[in-house]
């Protein structure tokens, strides 16, 4: 399995950062409501756990 070499993932996360900073710049709502949407699939998701594993223990 080959690894990626450290300049090259420190320019690939550059780019991301710069990207993300340049999205929130142009289109603050945008981003703003992708932002929301993860929070509210990450929440989703542990509340699904919660559930599942409450399920189990009854």
Do not use: C, H, Q
Request: net charge neutral.
């Amino acid at each position: 399995m080959s690894t990626m070499p450290p300049k090259a993932k420190t320019l690939l996360i550059w780019l991301v950062v710069i990207f993300l900073i340049y999205a929130v710049v142009t289109s603050p709502d945008a981003a703003s409501n992708i932002v929301t949407g993860i929070w509210e699939f990450i929440i989703g998701a542990f509340r699904g756990f919660g559930e599942f594993f409450s399920n189990l223990a009854s």
